[in-house]
């Protein structure tokens, strides 16, 4: 999964660096992320966070991580590189206009070359924040509700990720996300 990871966002820089001056000029220059996800939670999810966080950031690049809860305590100790912004737990939709607010900030501020979404809430504040990079929507659970209008504010960016054979076919068939977007 990380080799994946790390392939799309050498895909994504590449892509970009057609369209846009202010990234690095070279392959080898570091990129600044944004990992977004409405909470970094003590179980599985956070602890993936951390590890992609750890992983970006040992590469080179510079790493943010916001979220409305910092369980795994990013930002501090051999962490101390990754840089945690809390923000407002997403889901309801007040928190997630907020928050959109937020990343629009904090990508205009610390010039992000792409965001890393975890979970539905952040994917939808991302698409709403309108940014001019590109972003990408990891898809952690099944459980997701799947009517009308959950589809409808499913957004997924560039591209989708799964972290398992069955969760991309429960992005596929139950939140319509097109089988050629999910790596």
Known sequence: IQNDRTRIFQKRRRGLKNNSADLPSSENEALRILIAT?????????VHIRTLARTFTAMGN???????????????GPDGDI?????????????????????RR?????RIDIVH?????????????????PYVYTCHTMSL???????????????????????REF?????GIPENKIT
Do not use: W
């Not at 840089?83 to 607010?101: C, M």
């Not at 509700?145 to 969760?167: L, N």
């Not at 992005?171 to 939140?175: A, F, H, P, S, V």
């Open 145 to 167: 509700q799947t009517d009308f209008f959950h589809r409808a504010i499913t957004k997924y960016g560039c591209e989708a990720i799964a972290v398992s054979s069955a969760c």
């Open 38 to 46: 409405e909470n970094v939670t003590v179980g599985g999810e956070g």
């Open 117 to 133: 979404c975890h979970g539905r809430g952040s994917a939808f504040a991302v698409h709403l924040a309108h940014l001019k990079v």
């Open 106 to 110: 904090l990508v205009k501020e610390n």
């Open 83 to 103: 840089k945690f912004v809390r923000i407002a737990p997403g889901h309801h939709l007040s928190g997630i206009l907020r928050n959109a607010s937020e990343i």
């Open 62 to 76: 510079t790493v943010y991580v916001c979220a409305g809860s910092n369980s795994q305590e990013l930002g501090t």
């Open 171 to 175: 992005m596929e068939k139950g939140l």
